[in-house]
């Protein structure tokens, strides 16, 4: 499953609740659709940790990497790369 598969449906069953269908596009901001809170950002922090096996500095929980599937895929991506 690709990062961006598992971003989809981590949202669409622990945030937005549904049945693991995200009827949004990769690039919708999670803000501006209303699709993340400041709670929900915190644990989809958490959940990149847990997944994806990086550690995440506040300072890095920013618009430019966490506000869109596309942006927290790429951000994932750049962190794995440093630990490999």
Known sequence: MTIEAQIRDYLA???LFT????DYEDDASFLEE??????AV??????VEETFGVTIDDAEIT???????????NYVRRKQAVLN
Do not use: H, Q, W
């Not at 915190?42 to 959940?47: K, V």
């Open 13 to 15: 069953r622990s945030v």
């Open 19 to 22: 049945d693991g269908t995200y």
């Open 34 to 39: 209303g699709i993340v809170d400041s709670v």
């Open 42 to 47: 915190m644990e989809l922090a958490l959940f």
């Open 63 to 73: 618009p430019d990497n966490f506000d869109s599937v596309t942006k927290l895929a």
